[in-house]
Every structure is written in structure tokens, then in C-alpha cells.
């Protein structure tokens, strides 16, 4: 019986011994994401982006770090589009499953709360689609988090962006803005709209707010009306604006509109059909008119997954891209070397455009485009910048 | 004046919504004295149905309509025979908390199934009217009529008709009514079919006024919903949909003097000191506890 005990006892500890000595073999890196919640198609995008991204890297043997090439393995977490389980999600990502950095989650106002345990927890995280500045800035401080870092613009430029555009391109001298008073993204990029508008020349006869979840915009969008604006700015995310465009047109509303970013996903199109045709809105990339590096990237996640890529997808591919390169130059799989080595990358080539983290920053230089909704698809109009 | 008309406008259309579903927390509580709190996703569900109807099966807008108050109202019947009949006679807080489960339950399985809001296609050629400045839709027409319409036939069957004066009398008193030969447990289910039925059809109607549905579209207006049928006095149906109404109305009248951002803030404190003045809402009756 003892006999067979301690047999049993060295079966285990040998399977242990093997399974540790894989482990190390491979790299963890984790996900957070907006799987379920109010904009599962960002999420989906996000995590159909870092798969195809992990599977290539994987395809070609890995990732070299120092000697050796290591697999990667990725842990997606859903942050079920709530503030808690994201800082949550993060937590365990980091605690539990020790993953090397986290890309992700997307909208501002999830990334925030996940970026706080990050930077307490010293592990690199690379948020891909939030603009807002507060993201990679410490509350107390306003000084540049240490950890955290974006594969996208921000606001303050995309804002002036929006503004230069409205006025320039679409001679637009009075604008009105409706906007998620409730949601970091959309209340910091209207602040900016404003501002930047007004400096330029531009007045604000309308500025108009709800709450999330909200479906009537009637009252909102009857002021709006009554204030006669060129342009009506409306920087929300993709299942609200084709409501509050619907809403407008039954108002009577003929004014032209024109979004930010939080547009860009496909479910935009699907949701608000032909009622959005002939708007504009400024985004980190245009599939009709990338770069060569870029075009492989489309074609492969096209056979893989049947759609374009929104821009989510393409800034969570480059934050893959940073990463890896960033664990390359490093040479070896340690957070703190990672983070070392991520804001003294040379300027990247990504898909969205080449990025470089400046040296005090860890929001990289980037331009932005100009989409045109035409015929039921976002199509190239111009490159913006402020 | 024209801007007014507009706002007045768009509170009627808002407060229509309201009150079909403020009736079925209110009939419900007229009879069983039990707060429905998964009503809401009843109302949730009768626009999933409509989406359904209108995507896969291609159905115009009447047979849309009629389907998803008869799902709806099956739903509302298998909720009070499942869940709510075994608990009659339990304390009232399990009741409640059965319903508040039922909901998430309803939430949850939506989800489930349809992770991405949804967009229903326009049932209805819409067409908008100028009136020198005030922007009149037919859908705005259509929902306003409509909800008026159904809410005048429930208020004729309910006093006017014997299964409506059933419900009355078991809403007066539980224990005696079966003794006079009114099938109780019938004349239940047969409440919530009206009940979950009349949330359907605001279902079908808020999903054509705003086109894009998630499952968890049921909660907010489910309670505003309720807030209604409170301030209208709940367990009366009349006082419900005068109380949706109001409630429609002050929310647009908020946005439209204050900065929108203040308008459940002001809507609610003016509910709260209404309520302080009638506790038991605008119609509602105090009810004395028999011993």
C-alpha cells in the first residue's frame, strides 16, 4: 500500500515537474474586453483582432525573447460592458492567471478603472481605442501613468480635428452637440469639440446631454431644432446614434451630422441603414485606403472572420504589434522590462499608421482620416489634422 | 408657442408608452397586492417578439402587432402559473423576490440569445407632417391613438364586463369571492394575460418609435413605468395613466427649461413631493388592513 502511495506521490510530482517545464515555454498575455453589454461588437471585434494576431505569431514558432522562442497564449476576460468587472477583470487577469501585460478594454470608460489596478499592480496595460486623456494620466498627479499605454490617439486632437472639419469642409458657422453626459468618451469629446469650435470662430447655439441607456432624445433634439445649427455633432457610440438620427429626421431636422470614433463599427451601418447616408466622422484608419502593411492584415482577418475590420480591430492587431516588439527588444518575459522596452520603441509601422510613444507620453503621435458614410459604407474622404 | 406644441407633443407620445405598461404593475396590484417587478421585461420581451415577427417572419404591421401581444401575454400567463402561483400564499417578500429573479432570469436569456441590440425594420411608411413648424409624425399619431384606444377598451372591460367585475371582486376580497363560484386561479391568469399582453403592445410600439432593442431595454422604463402607476395610485387604472402622463410630461418639460442633464433629478424630486402630499398617489385610496 505504501508502495503504491508513493508511487502515486511521484506520478504527480512528475507530471507537475513537466507541466511547469512547458509553462515556461509559453507567454501569457490577457484580454479585456466588451463581449456582452451595450457595444458587444466592439469586444467581438477586439478579441477576433488579438486572436488573429496571437495565431500568426504562434504560426511562426513564436515569439523570440533572449535564446528562445516562446508560444503565446492569450486569456480573454469579458468585462460584460460594466466599469466594476472591468477593474475586476483586470485584477484577475493580473492576481491569478499572472499574464505579462493586458490589452484592452476599449471604451474610455471601461479602460479607466481597468488602467488604475494596472499601474498599481505594475503590469503594462495597452488600452486600444480609448481617446480619452485620462486614461494614461494619473488622477492625482496628472502625470503620465507609468504602465499604461494606448495604440490610439486622443481626444483633444480628435476634437480639434472635428472642429477644423466642421468649419473648414462643411463651412458649418453654428454647431450643436448632443452627447452621454454619463460617459467619460463622449462628455470629454464634446468638452474638446466645444472649446476648439469656439477658438476657431465657430458658435455653439445647442449643447445638449443624456444619460446612458436613454432612448428618447425627443426634448434634446426639439431645442436642438429650435436653435438652428449647420451641423449637429453627435460623438456617441454606435447603437445610440442611429436613434438619435431617426428621432431628428421625424423632428424635421435636415441638418447635416457628423460623429467621432465611437462610430466606426460596422453595427452602425446595420442598425441605421441608409438614414446615415451622407455623414462624416473622423476615425484612426480607412480600410479602402490603407497602407501595404496593412492590407495583408485585412485580408487575413476577412478570410478569418467574414467582415472588414472596424478600427477596433485594427488598433488591438497594433497593440498586439507593440507588444510583441516591445517583449522582442526586451528579451525576456518580465513586466517590468516590458514597459521599459515599450516607451523607448523605435516608431512602429502598425495598421493604423506609424506610432512612436514620445518620451514623457504614452499616447503615440498618429494622424487621423475622415470617413464618409456612402451607399451603406464608411468610405475614404481625407486625412485630418488639426 | 410652436416649440411648446412640439415638447407637448412629444410627452404625449412619451407618456403613451408608460402607461400601457404602468397598467399591467397596476392591475397586477390591484388584484394580488404583489408588485410584478418583472414586468419590464415582459415589455422587453414583446419587443423581441416584434423583432422576430417582423425580421424572420416579414409580417406588415397588424399581424405583427396581434402576434406579439398574444406571445407576450403567454409569457405573462407562464410567469404568474409557474412562478407566482405556488408563492401565493407565501410572505409577500418572496413574491417579490421571485418576480425581481424572473426578470433577471428574462434579461439574462435574451442576452443569451441576442448579445447585439437589435434594429427592427421601419413596419410602417412613415410620413411626417408640417404644421407651419410643428413636426407631426404618423407614428406619433399611430402610438398616441393606439395606446388611448387600448387603454379605453381595458378600462370597458374592466367595468363593464363580468370577467372585468371578477377582478374587481377578487381585488375587494380573496377569501369570499371563490365561495360565490368565480374561478379565481382563471380570472388571475387571465389579469396577467392583459397585463403581460398590454406590455407587448407597448413593446411593438416603443420599438417602432425607437428602433434599436437590447435586453436590457425592460429595466429603466420598467421602472418609470412603475413610478407611474405609484404617483397615479397604484391598484387604480385610471390613476395609472394619468399618472403616466404626468410623468412623460415632466420629463420632457425638465429637458426643455433646464440643462437636460437635471432631468431625472427635477422629475423625480417633483414625484417624491407629490407623493408627500398624496401617499397614496393621485386616484389611489387608502386601504384600511383587515384584521
Known amino acids: 500500500m505504501r508502495k503504491m502511495l508513493s508511487l502515486l506521490l511521484f506520478s504527480v510530482l512528475v507530471t507537475m515537474g513537466v507541466s511547469a517545464w512547458s509553462a515556461e515555454k509559453t507567454l501569457k498575455l490577457g484580454v479585456i474586453a466588451e463581449l456582452t453589454g ?33 508560444k503565446v497564449e492569450l486569456v480573454v476576460e469579458d468585462n460584460a460592458g460594466k466599469a466594476d468587472q472591468s477593474a475586476a477583470a483586470a485584477q484577475k487577469l493580473i492576481t491569478q492567471d499572472e499574464v505579462l501585460a493586458i490589452v484592452g478594454p476599449n471604451a474610455s470608460r471601461y479602460a479607466i478603472p481597468a488602467s488604475e489596478i494596472a499601474e498599481s499592480s505594475e503590469t503594462v496595460l495597452i488600452t486600444p481605442w480609448s481617446t480619452n486623456p485620462k486614461t494614461t494620466l494619473d488622477a492625482n498627479t496628472n502625470q503620465p501613468k507609468k504602465y499604461v499605454f494606448r495604440a490610439c490617439f486622443i481626444d483633444p486632437f ?47 447655439v445647442a449643447f445638449e446631454t443624456y444619460t446612458t441607456n436613454d432612448k428618447d432624445f425627443s426634448a434634446q433634439l426639439t431645442k436642438i431644432k429650435d436653435a438652428k445649427p449647420d451641423v449637429i455633432f453627435l460623438p456617441n457610440y454606435y447603437s445610440e446614434v442611429p436613434l438619435q438620427v431617426q428621432q431628428a429626421k421625424r ?69 498586439f504589434g507593440l507588444l510583441f516588439n516591445s517583449i522582442k527588444a526586451a528579451g525576456k518575459a518580465d513586466r517590468e522590462a516590458i514597459r521599459a522596452s515599450l516607451s523607448t520603441l523605435p516608431s512602429y509601422k502598425g495598421v493604423t499608421g506609424d506610432m512612436k510613444f514620445q518620451a514623457d507620453s504614452r499616447d503615440p503621435i498618429k494622424s487621423a482620416v475622415i470617413l464618409k458614410i456612402k451607399d451603406g459604407q464608411f468610405t475614404y474622404f481625407t486625412n485630418a489634422n488639426p | 408657442m410652436v416649440y411648446w406644441l412640439q415638447q407637448m407633443l412629444n410627452a404625449l407620445q412619451l407618456g403613451s408608452i408608460y402607461a400601457l405598461i404602468a397598467l399591467g404593475y397596476t392591475m397586477v396590484y390591484g388584484i394580488l397586492t404583489m408588485i410584478n417587478f418583472a414586468h419590464g421585461d415582459v415589455f422587453m420581451v414583446g419587443a423581441f417578439f416584434c423583432f422576430l415577427a417582423a425580421t424572420y417572419l416579414g409580417l406588415p404591421f397588424v399581424p405583427t402587432l396581434l402576434l406579439t401581444m398574444i406571445g407576450a401575454a403567454l409569457v405573462g400567463v407562464l410567469l404568474e402559473r409557474l412562478a407566482y402561483k405556488p408563492l401565493r400564499n407565501a410572505p409577500r417578500v418572496s413574491a417579490i423576490i421571485t418576480a425581481l429573479g424572473l426578470g433577471l432570469f428574462l434579461e439574462n436569456f435574451t442576452l443569451a440569445l441576442a448579445p447585439y441590440p437589435k434594429h427592427i425594420p421601419p413596419l410602417l411608411e412613415n410620413v411626417t407632417w408640417d404644421m407651419g413648424g410643428v413636426s407631426l409624425s404618423s407614428l406619433q399619431v399611430l402610438i398616441i391613438f393606439l395606446s388611448l384606444g387600448l387603454m379605453f377598451l381595458l378600462d ?31 380570472i388571475i391568469s387571465v389579469t396577467f394575460a392583459i397585463g403581460a399582453g398590454l406590455a407587448g403592445a407597448a413593446g411593438v410600439m416603443y420599438a417602432l418609435a425607437y428602433p434599436v432593442i437590447d435586453p436590457y431595454m425592460g429595466i429603466m422604463v420598467g421602472w418609470k413605468a412603475f413610478i407611474s402607476a405609484v404617483v397615479g395610485g397604484i391598484g387604480n387604472i385610471r390613476g395609472a395613466m394619468i399618472g403616466a402622463f404626468i410623468l412623460g410630461g415632466v420629463e420632457i418639460m425638465v429637458t426643455a427649461f433646464f440643462p437636460s442633464t437635471y432631468r431625472d433629478f427635477v422629475a423625480f424630486t417633483l414625484l417624491l413631493l407629490l407623493i408627500v402630499v398624496r401617499p397614496y398617489g393621485i386616484l389611489g385610496k387608502p386601504r384600511t388592513q383587515k384584521v
Open chain 1, 38 to 70: 451595450d457595444m458587444p461588437a466592439v469586444g467581438t471585434s477586439c478579441k477576433n483582432a488579438a486572436e488573429l494576431a496571437v495565431k500568426e505569431i504562434n504560426a511562426a514558432g513564436g515569439l523570440q525573447v533572449g535564446k528562445e522562442k516562446m
Open chain 1, 251 to 319: 423632428l424635421g431636422i435636415t441638418t447635416p451630422f457628423i460623429g467621432s470614433d465611437s462610430w466606426g463599427s460596422a453595427e452602425l451601418l446595420k442598425l441605421g441603414g441608409a438614414e446615415l447616408n451622407g455623414y462624416y466622422f473622423s476615425t484612426h484608419y480607412a480600410a479602402d485606403n490603407a497602407a501595404p502593411v496593412a492590407k495583408k492584415f485585412i485580408t487575413d482577418y476577412e478570410k478569418a472572420y467574414g467582415a472588414k475590420p472596424d478600427d477596433v480591430a485594427a488598433l488591438t492587431y497594433d497593440a
Open chain 1, 158 to 204: 480628435q476634437g480639434g480635428v472635428l472642429a477644423k472639419f466642421a468649419l473648414e469642409n462643411l463651412k458649418a458657422k453654428k454647431a450643436a452637440v448632443l452627447y452621454d453626459v454619463a460617459s467619460d468618451y463622449n462628455k470629454g469629446i464634446a468638452e474638446v469639440f466645444k472649446t476648439n469650435y469656439e477658438k476657431l470662430g465657430g458658435k455653439i
Open chain 2, 156 to 186: 370597458y372591460v374592466v367595468h363593464r364586463t363580468p370577467v372585468g367585475m371578477a377582478m374587481r371582486a377578487i381585488s375587494w376580497d380573496k377569501t369570499f369571492v371563490p365561495l360565490m363560484g368565480i374561478p379565481v386561479d382563471l
